[in-house]
Every structure is written in C-alpha cells, then in structure tokens.
C-alpha cells in the first residue's frame, strides 16, 4: 500500500533529512515522530504517511496497528523558477526546487510469512 506525493515545494535533501528518520519504523511511531520534530518537511511527509495509512485500511482493510513504512523515497523534482525585479531595470531568477516522495507501508505479519518462505527454501 502506497502513497505518492509530487512536486511538494522544497528541496529533496531536506526533506530526505526527515524520511531518513522514519524508514523501517511502525506507523503509528512514524506518525509521532513527524509531529515532534520541528523541521518544515515533517508535514507533507506526515499527511502522506496518514494517506498511506488511510489508504491501507480502507482499500485492503488492514490494522493500521501492524503496518510499517517498508520503503520511504525522495526524488528530486523539477525547478519552479520565478524573476525577482532588482534596481536598474534589472531581474534576478529565483529557483523553487519540488521533490516527489514515495511512501510505501507494509503488514508485519506478511514480512514474517515472507521470512518463513525464504527459510523452508533456503534449506
């Protein structure tokens, strides 16, 4: 269950400052960690994270209890770019940067069935 986010106005290495943070944690702990870290980042992230999460108990009726955010990514987007009068007649360019970021839950118990398929087959 995923959900995607496209051309979110910030620069892509601030906002994988954050998505670092979260990667591999529960839902519900990612969720509290986005609503005490003061970074300008965590709300798309937390909005895209509850989408994900909305996403999985209603399409798949999943327990929001068991997910974890199997896969967290930050892409970069395109540059908005904007002039900014200046003296003389004269202009400035200003590049807003976007960034696409992905976010990608999965159910704890289908990790362990997984890890036990893998293990009758390894040996």
Do not use: W
């Not at 591999?24 to 960690?33: C, D, N, P, S, V």
């Not at 003061?38 to 009726?61: D, E, T």
């Not at 395109?78 to 696409?100: E, Q």
């Not at 839950?105 to 890890?115: E, I, K, M, S």
């Amino acid at each position: 269950v995923y959900a995607l986010g496209q051309y979110i106005p910030m620069s892509a290495h601030k906002a994988q400052r954050v998505i670092d943070q979260i990667r591999g944690r529960f839902y519900e702990e990612a969720l509290m960690i986005l609503e005490l870290m003061p970074y300008r980042a965590c709300y798309p992230i937390f909005k895209l994270i509850y989408s994900a999460g909305a996403n999985a108990s209603h399409n798949k009726s999943l327990n929001t209890g068991t997910l974890f955010i199997s896969k967290a990514e930050v892409h970069k987007g395109t540059n908005m770019k904007k002039l900014k009068p200046r003296a003389r007649g004269r202009s400035y360019l200003i590049k807003r940067p976007t960034c696409h970021i992905t976010i990608v839950l999965a159910d704890v118990a289908y990790l362990n069935a997984f890890r036990e398929s893998i293990r009758t087959f390894s040996k």
